[in-house]
């Protein structure tokens, strides 16, 4: 079967979109560090929608680690397919953002060279909330990070996400020429002040003038962004390839739902998003929290109670009734009361549609994707819930139950007792604890506990949270997680 390319289009079906624009025309205005799938379910394709009246928006798309992107999408001349799938089918499409994609650690200081481009006039990342080099309980740049040491010394051939931006505005700079807006569209708390503060401390610790001329002249506006998307799978890429009559090496595949929030503060202007359905606000926060709380926090419950009692995806999860159930009530009770109220907004029809959307049958999310990197999602999705509420004097027995079980997955053995692929930047070292500590739960759960990097100083010497994660992780060895879930509903119930 011939391979989706500019020069294959034209062979597609006629119910498949394609670019409506002259790809040839296209220049870079956007740089996107990170071009895993949700980008290309996401942004780009918020960007594809405006390139016919506005081709200055094109997109370079930089891997910072894998070459799998590139060497996927290279042949096909950056093209690749988003199909949209829910129980009324697949809507299927091409993308023609992309003017070009390249891998980082190939040759750092080309991607330094494009950054530094006039042309370029955002800087976007998607790069997971590991790849800021950061705390992610302070949100605290890791000085001591080797990458990032490297990086300081060596800033024309960087290793890391901070070290490529500085990199390329101190070109900027030495130019006498304007910096570009960097964007942050990952899941961080106040993700534009989060990564404005790593990329400043960053810069005074290489040159304290460079790190004031950021402070003073470079654009973060923080933004939310919602999607969900699964990887793509071999039956995937099959289903693609009968729809559109051509092989997609890498197609994306997401659900009808997008949102994306964004503080309108661009120093070079920016694409006319809003035309396809973009918000442009004076203060993402509220709806961050939200989403981050609310969608992300219930996802990574969902992963691991999901996980440990043997469903491979969130829809699978989804027809556990009680699981079902504690995620409705943990939203509800436990995480709304610490979310602001906005003007306007129906936050239970929001509630309401998370739930139907961790049922849409058609993705399959697997549990075990969602489970990743725990130690860098639980800080944000978790526990900065559970500070609130305690804060307020208010119960967490839902909330303790997934920290409960993000330590029950971490252990690397499920309830059957097979091996688990336990995917973390500290991954060896919660291993080593919880090797040490063995399976009493308590034992366990101070052991855990004591990574900082996650639970801080306060957490651990609470006893409103410690008493609760540990009946919750006594519950899950001794019982399993159905049984552990029926227990913290019915102890939520009698509060």
């Known amino acids: 079967m011939p391979r989706l390319s500019n020069a294959t289009l034209a062979q597609l079906p006629a ?45 370079l ?10 060497d996927a999408l290279a042949p096909q001349n950056g093209l690749y397919s988003v199909s949209v799938t829910d129980g009324d089918g697949a809507r299927r499409q091409v993308i023609g953002a992309l003017t070009g994609l390249m891998v980082a650690p190939e040759n750092p200081a080309d991607l330094v060279a494009r950054l530094a481009d006039p042309a370029v006039r955002i800087v976007s990342t998607t790069v997971t909330e590991k790849g800021y080099s950061h705390d992610p309980a302070t949100g ?87 999607r969900i998307v699964p990887a793509t799978t071999d039956a995937d890429r099959a289903s693609v390839a009968a729809a559109l009559g051509l092989d997609d090496a890498w197609p994306v595949m997401t659900e009808p739902f997008t949102q994306w929030v964004i503080e309108d503060d661009f120093g070079l202007g920016r694409p006319a998003w809003d035309r396809f359905g973009t918000q442009f606000v004076h203060d993402v926060a509220p709806y961050e929290l939200m989403k981050l709380r609310l969608l992300n926090g219930s996802h990574s419950t969902l992963a691991y109670l999901g996980y440990l009692m043997g469903r491979e995806t969130v829809a699978d999860a989804m027809s556990e009734p009680g699981l079902c159930r504690l995620i409705e009530e943990m939203m509800r009770l436990e995480v709304s009361p610490t979310l602001a109220a906005m003007q306007n907004f129906d936050l239970a029809g929001y509630r309401a549609s998370l739930l139907a959307r961790f049922r849409n049958p058609a993705l399959r999310h697997r549990t075990w994707q969602i489970a990743m990197d725990g130690s860098q999602k639980l800080p944000q999705r978790l526990l900065g819930t559970i500070r609130e509420r305690l804060a307020q004097g208010a119960p ?80 899950l060895f001794a ?17």
């Open 479 to 495: 019982h399993g997680a159905r049984a552990a879930i029926d227990h913290a509903l019915a102890t939520a119930a009698t509060r």
């Open 61 to 70: 798309g930089v891997s910072l680690r894998s070459p799998d992107t590139r």
């Open 15 to 59: 119910a498949i979109g394609r670019p409506n624009y002259d790809r040839a025309a296209l220049t870079t205005g956007i740089v996107h560090l990170g071009i895993g799938a949700f980008h290309r379910a996401h942004q780009a394709v918020y960007t594809d929608g405006l390139l016919a009246d506005d081709p200055r928006w094109g997109i």
């Open 396 to 475: 967490i027995d839902r909330l303790a139950l997934g920290v409960a079980a993000w330590m029950r997955y971490v252990t690397g053995r499920d309830e059957k007792g097979q091996p688990i692929d336990v995917r973390d930047p500290l991954a060896a070292r919660l291993r080593a604890l919880a090797g040490e500590a063995g399976p009493a739960a308590p034992r366990l759960a101070r052991a855990l506990l004591s990574v900082s990097e996650i639970f801080g100083a306060d957490l651990p010497n609470d006893p409103r949270f410690v008493t609760p994660v540990e009946v919750a992780l006594d519950r």
């Open 140 to 226: 605290a740049l890791r000085e001591d990070d080797a990458d990032i040491r490297h990086d300081l010394l060596n800033l024309e051939r960087p290793h890391t996400t901070i070290g490529a931006i500085v990199s390329g505005l101190e070109r900027r700079r030495a130019a006498g020429g304007a910096p570009f807006t960097v964007l942050a569209c990952d899941n961080l708390p106040d993700n534009g002040h989060t990564l404005r503060g790593l990329v400043i401390r960053f810069a005074e610790l290489r040159d304290p003038d460079l790190g004031k001329w950021i402070a003073d002249e470079v654009r973060f506006p923080s933004t939310m962004v919602d």
